[in-house]
């Protein structure tokens, strides 16, 4: 990585930002390597360093560090887009760390309903399940859902049934419990709010991951357990095509985590790809001013990645922290904080 681009990701990460190039160096004619790239994040929110313990914080790291180890190998081996993020996510939905998948948190009634969402940025093919239970990989569900059926959208038990009906991994409640979970629940009827700030902040850990392959095809997905103490049949923003999740070859592929219901009325994922394609704004000026001014000017919290068809990354987010990595074969990072 060259000088410019490594001072360009420290003055991005102090900001909550990263933007890099990559493939800048130019090749011979016919010989010119391949640029592929990976973002993923594990959700952002109220993270600081004095709530982690050395034990959390390095159980964080390695988890993102084996997420992202399997998109980078599926990319560098010249695999497609639409499946490292397909198997990214999966990774991290097995993962009782994040809200997604195992792990996810509980509805009102005690139940894990999940959300998930995948996009590719060719044809603008997508697939997408809402408060779906006992998949084990909602976002595998959404890639069926795009690939086999001629919907785009499914939702509770059709979307569970379609998914037994193709094969899928079914799980049951202990599979998706834990404690740590079940207690915040016990916490938010405790207090009786839902939806709140608060109650968003202690449903941290939705998981996205955006793609750029050697093809220059472009993918995006998101999966979510949502919100702690959500009504029955709440949907967030990460299964809405546009709103959570959005990819587009001309301009970029983006996954968004952060109280859904803000980046819903936003059409967040969308916005940005309007702006760079209609509002002629580069990807990281758009992304910025949307987390940073949009969002925050709405009085929410969160975050998004994007990537580009040149590779650019970019990470904004306007909480205390974004679990995040990204890698483009020539530099790589795993980043919590905002540093
Ligand atoms: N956006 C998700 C939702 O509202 C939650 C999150 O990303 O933290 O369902």
Redesign the pocket.
Known sequence: MNLKSTSCIGFALAFGMLSCSVGQKKEAPGNEARRWAIALHG???TISRSQMTPARDSGYRTSLDLALKTGEDILSRGGSALDAVEQTIAVLEDNPLF?AGRGAVFNREGKVQL?AAIMEGEKGMAGAVAAVEGIRNPIRLARIVMERSPHVFLCGAGAREFGIEQGLDTASASWFYTRERWEQLQRQRATGKSGSLEN?AE??G?VGCVALDQQGLLAAGTS?G??TNKREGRI???PVIGA?TWADNRTCAVS?????EY?LRLAMAHELHSRILHGNQGLEKAAGALILEELSKAGAQ?GLIAVDGKGRIVMPFNSEGMFRAFSNGKSRKIVIYRE
């Open positions: 959700g952002a929110g809200n959300d968003h449903s941290l939705t979510t949502g919100m967030g923003d990460s959570g968004c985590t952060g109280h859904g980046f969160g």
